[in-house]
């Protein structure tokens, strides 16, 4: 049983750029929520994606933006990359039917530095 | 608005000591979920327990064990007979859910916990 993925691990961009991260959530898994880790901090939620919509947000800029694919899969994309936004970004999914549960797995996540 | 508290910044204990991490948190929902995670370097956060607001049992798991307090909004996690293998970061955090899934978590800034040998 796959658990969630995420690519790249490590990415280095400038300032400026845009970059997009990716997320294939565990198995069976419809819902992806991506998160933010600044380095020691504790993750802050961005944004969740259901059936290839934005269901909830966090205080996050337009600047953050995400789709979520036909198979669950989920892209989260950064325009403008400004320095505050070098962290660890991590990736999580469920499934919306348990949410009794509120069960969330986490990825490995992709660590971005912006220089 | 939700908020989750972890005012231990870092602990640091020797091998086989007990140890408690402390978790605070705020919200005006009566249904509510709280998790602990561990956080180890290589990043990846592994889940450890979640409980509901209705339910206010204590569990025990091995070497862990959590008290989960109401009246004191309090979801404190205890380590027995630590072992090095538990150094780790681990953070303490609060989901909801508004209505057709699970909300995304609100977390605290967690305990760098230090096992020495």
């Known amino acids: 049983d796959a658990g969630v993925t995420q690519s790249p691990t490590h990415l280095i961009k400038t300032r400026g750029q845009q970059v997009t991260l990716r997320c294939s959530p565990k198995s069976g898994h419809d819902t992806v929520s991506w998160y933010q880790q600044a380095l020691g901090q504790g993750p802050q939620f961005i944004f969740q994606?259901?059936?290839?919509?934005?269901?909830q947000r966090g205080n996050f800029p337009d600047r953050f933006s995400g789709h979520q694919f036909p198979n669950y899969s989920s892209e989260l994309n950064v325009n403008a990359l400004l320095l505050g936004d070098s962290a660890l970004y991590l990736c999580?999914?469920?499934?919306?039917?348990?949410?009794?549960?509120?069960?969330?797995?986490f990825g490995p996540g992709t660590r971005l530095t912006v220089l | 608005a939700q908020k989750v508290t972890q005012a231990q910044t870092e602990i640091s204990v020797v091998e086989k000591e007990d140890v408690t991490l402390d978790c605070v948190y705020e919200?005006?929902?009566?249904?509510?979920?709280l998790f602990w995670y561990k956080q180890p370097p290589s990043g990846e956060l592994v889940f450890l327990i979640r409980r509901n607001s209705f339910d206010e049992q204590n569990e025990i798991s091995g070497r862990y064990s959590w008290n989960f307090q109401k009246s004191t909004s309090s979801f404190n996690f205890t380590i027995t007979a630590s072992q090095v293998v538990d150094s780790a970061v681990y953070f303490c955090a609060l989901g909801m859910n508004s209505g057709g899934g699970a909300d995304g978590l609100t977390f605290g800034k967690g305990t760098h916990l230090i096992i020495q040998p």
């Open positions: 994606y259901y059936e290839e919509e934005e269901r």
């Open positions: 919200t005006r929902d009566t249904t509510y979920y």
């Open positions: 999580a999914s469920s499934l919306v039917k348990d949410w009794y549960y509120n069960e969330q797995f």
